[in-house]
């Protein structure tokens, strides 16, 4: 390893905020769709509009207690004593209107029968036989739910956008509902190019690398709310590429390509999209400076370099944000913290740095910055945001962080 | 609705910690298991054992730019013009080890060839025909990557106990991993039961409400790292109460019941499980009051209260720190915030308000506190926690907050 820049020009680069703004843009003309999934499979999913209660919640008045229900005109003076007529189960049931000087035994959620205005509980009450002597006295609606007092017919009970929690799958269950209407996931196509790459659990020739590109990628855009829609490992075949990215635009709202996109002799991602109209650029980041953006088929290819932690930073910067907006779920927040030591940066580009945040604010470098320490950046949990202009940094710098 | 005390005097209720060190012992039964699975569907597993790497990573000495291998003994001084050999590939391939004098041309990623010991960036040279001249001193190592630098064999990639994300994944795929043990989902069976319930999409009888608690204490408890091995929903009849438990004490490490665990006179689940040993108890809490725990055939069984809101509560305050933790998942944290709103709540039971966390460090209620208010419920993001001898919070309160 040497330090990168030794007084020899460099062609200008593009800024991470600009070529984001690129791929923001690209991924603007996706179309969102919405599908209903039945609210078994609908938890975190996001809802595609408002949803109204078809119906009074509680559906009928009921007693919100196990107790007496009876007219509070009975009550005027207590103690009073009144009959016992019939009990009303929370269950299935049509109560008789209940008659003057009555009570009707009632239990929790079951219905009040016409005439009865309160509930009185039962730890309220002296019963001697069919005999009720009610203690305390009581008002009208006293320890009664009316119908729609939690909700009314027609009013809302999820607003469009909700991340849909175990609370909102109840709410929906509890107005009889079954399905919902929810964003569809962007469907995902991710492309891994190398003739190096070799799958994992297969023996790997002389100089070939296990695939860390296509599992990173893709549940990295699985975990963005997306859908995968096809995975491809192609070798730096040119017809072999451009048939996987063929069937990628006939299957996906996004294709998301690893590899081929610098500039060395074997570059396959970049022979066949720039002819396509690829926009390539050479990006003031580290890792992940080779990037590319391109439509075909009118469906969006956004390209990273093959390195894997380049790959995973180049996700984490520049789709992670776009795709969780697109998809409904909240924004990762950066957080500012405290540097517990000493490093290094390039100068001229931004650098992530692979962290771990830390109690009490503060987060450790993990990593050296090279893109191939791919198993080191399973210890990071956050990336240090190092501006381009800043080579050093010291014990106890303020620095952002974006949490991973 | 009315205040719940007028001087009637109230049998001893159990404490919300008492009865949750019941449940957190209750629970510590379950045997956890692990198992494999593959990394496509390992995101969100949870490590059951620590990860050594069975390989060196990098696989090979390889080069970390596009450029020139060469030995660092030709660059004595510089320029200095040697005579380019082949072309190495990021790719399969066994290089011919290099002579003395001469530089291959090679890839990022690319075996550096026997006889090389440093690499020169492309920019940092001048190329005429097979002549490279090397503008720039390098020392030996420069931009080459050594076998093992990223982790070595034997060596931890994984921590038991990690929650797996894409760059777990992806330091698992490029040791050439393809699967990963992890804890087993606790297979919780859920049982609504109540002669009142109907399934949402049916239409009630005159009596009946749409079963709620089901799909809470499903989406819940999968939330919480379980899985779902059964769901019934019984009426208040005793055989089938019984038949839905015994099939769930055959496939379940756990049992939640919704329901009948009160003191009407129709509580199918505390007349089934007392014969059983159930231990019943009155928490002081609200919502949630009635509760139990029982052992039927070595499995769990906890029982929550039927009002749904009630039955959401019970579950976040007893049962989702505990499955959490048995999961390997991280602990929700509590937040202290600042209470927008003037509120009151009942003495002598520890209170748990529905209520919304605001920007900076604020929350308000959203709810009142009756436990049927489930579309209510849908608006909040967070539990007040009310100790039990607090009958009034005031604006600007500093209080306990459970984020939901």
Known sequence: MAAPNDGVVEEPRRSVDEHARRIE????????????????RARGRVTAAPVLSPVDLPLFRNSQMDGFALSSSDLVSVPVTL???????????????????????????????????????????RVEGDRLTVLVARSAGDYVREPGSDVRTGARILSE????APRHLAALAASGLTEVSVLSRIRVA?????????????????????DANT????SASREAGAEIALIARTS?????????????????????????VSKGDFEVVRDVLEPLGADVAEVAMQPGGPQATTTVEGVPVVSFPGNPVSAQ?????????????????????????????????????????????LPGGRVRVV?????????TMAAADALLDVPENVTRLHVGDAIEVVPL
Chains 1, 2 share one sequence.
Do not use: K, Y
Request: net charge negative.
């Open 313 to 357: 930073v180049s996700f984490a910067v520049f789709l992670r944000p776009v795709l969780r907006r697109l998809s409904g779920l909240p924004a990762i927040v950066n957080e500012v913290r405290t540097l517990t030591d000493e490093a290094v940066s390039v100068p001229n580009r931004r650098q992530w740095l692979r962290a771990e945040r």
């Open 83 to 125: 009959t016992i007529g019939e009990t009303i189960a929370a269950a299935p049931t049509s109560p008789s209107p209940l008659a003057r000087g009555t009570a009707s035994r009632i239990m929790t959620g079951a219905v009040v029968p016409e005439g009865a205005d309160c509930v009185v509980p039962v730890e309220h009450t």
């Open 190 to 210: 991710v492309i891994s190019s190398g003739a190096e790459l070799v799958a994992p659990g297969q023996t790997p020739a002389p100089g070939q690398v296990f």
């Open 25 to 40: 843009a690209l991924l603007a003309d996706i179309a969102l769709r919405s599908e209903t999934v039945p609210l078994e």
């Open 236 to 260: 730096d075949d040119h017809a072999a590429f451009r048939a996987a990215l063929d069937e990628a635009v006939r299957t996906a709202d996004l294709v998301i390509t690893s590899g081929g």
């Open 367 to 375: 990593s050296g910055p090279s893109s191939h320490l791919v198993a």
């Open 215 to 218: 599992i990173a990628l893709a």
């Open 161 to 164: 956008g909700t991340v849909l």
